[in-house]
């Protein structure tokens, strides 16, 4: 399958972008907006956008087919990692499940389209309209491709034209979602634009900057702070910044049948995309005293992440990743020798997974790459004490809870400022409507006018 040249991203390699040729792309987006995008009734655009990632969970459809041809080279993920992310994230677009979205986040989703009211709105007679920006620029992280196909699809929904740049060598993902919505709706395709290039490339991210109406920026903390730095005053800035996740385990929940479930899900978790993004947990505590101790929970989890092997690999490494993880290896192997108080399961002949026990409580970050801790701990108070270090940082908490525990773990999990908590399982796999980093999903894009009519 031959893609034509759609997009700035399609071009060869060794052609060289001008900041003029964002600028003109910018102008020719904002254009087609007003053309194509503006005035679109949102329930076809759900529905346009609901067909597409249909598609994109049959085997059959050229994009994907193409996407898992050439993505285990160019992503780093294996096919078989790359293909369940896919059918993960798109099995979510659905035409209910978009429709869920616009009405949590509006209230009622005819507000893209003309004013509408609430029922307490009515009783003051009061309306509303909402409308997206006319142009969003989109810096993605690079590292996963969902939460780039996430934005464009969000981009869409709220009816803005969209440019999105991604880090250099990472746009082939991206690059063939949007060429399958212009496949399906090329006035569509024609709002969108894709882009390549090394990141603090300031002429063209200037020229982009110009023109938007909005930025959003994925990426680290020192990213998102050079970004924001660069965005003129009046453009509004959204970004998703550095976090980390981890599960917790109760004692009552870790029966001996429960336990095995449990490692197979928690295996799940850390598995899904390489333990790359911010809902890969880097840790599991295990409480003390239950009928499966932690030491023996993370030997569990070590043998189900050698079945996920098999079936899943992980993909391959460079030579820092690698070294990171044997170096890593080789300090704790050195600790489990002279401390009871330390294990550790790895795969043998290479450095697909690992899995380190530790008593010691304190929260650490893994070197991902399915490399897990367990640690032992007493109660919520104490994982929350050894968590410190990253509070304010914790994107979602994987839960195995009793029903009765649960109620009271996540009103403290919440006050102490987690976003998400979900059953362990869950983790790599948040709804549609999941408010990222506590924040409206749609909300923060979208520019409000209420009517006040005569009483």
Sequence with gaps: M????????????????????????????KRNRARYLLERPTPQLVRVIARVAANWRDAEFPFRKLALELGPETTGFSRATLAAGLDTFFARI???????????????????????????????????LVHG?????????????????????????VHSAQFLKCARGTALLPRLFAHSLYDAEPKLGACIEIAEWTGGTLP??????????????????????????????????????????????????????QARLLAQQAARDVAAWDQQGCLSPHLFYVEKEGAVSAERFAEMLAKELDSLEQLSPRGPLDVAAAASIATRRAFYEVRAAHSPETRQWCSEGSTAWTVVYEADARFQISCLNRFVFVKEISDLDEVLRAAETVR????????AATTAEAKGITRHLAHWGVSRICPIGQMQDPPLTWRHDGRPTLGELLTWTDWEQSL
């Design 392 to 399: 304010g940082q914790v994107s979602t908490v994987g839960l």
């Design 94 to 128: 659905t035409e209910e499940n978009l429709n869920l979205l616009l009405e949590q986040d509006l209230g009622d989703a005819r507000r893209l389209d003309e004013f509408a009211a609430a029922p307490g709105e009515r009783l003051e007679k009061r309306a509303a």
């Design 133 to 157: 920006p006319s142009l969003i620029a989109h810096i993605a992280a690079g590292n996963l491709p969902c939460p780039a196909l996430m934005s464009l699809i969000h981009g869409v929904l």
């Design 2 to 29: 031959n893609l034509p040249n759609y997009f700035l991203a399609d071009l060869p390699p060794e052609a060289v972008l001008m900041p003029t040729m964002v600028s003109e792309a910018c102008r020719a987006l």
């Design 204 to 257: 063209l991210e200037e020229a982009l900057f110009a023109e938007a109406e909005c930025v959003t920026a994925t990426g680290t903390d020192e990213t998102l702070a050079s970004t924001r730095l660069r965005v003129p005053p009046h453009t509004r800035f959204l970004g998703h910044g550095h976090r980390v996740s981890f599960g917790y385990l109760t004692r009552d929940s870790l029966g001996h049948a």
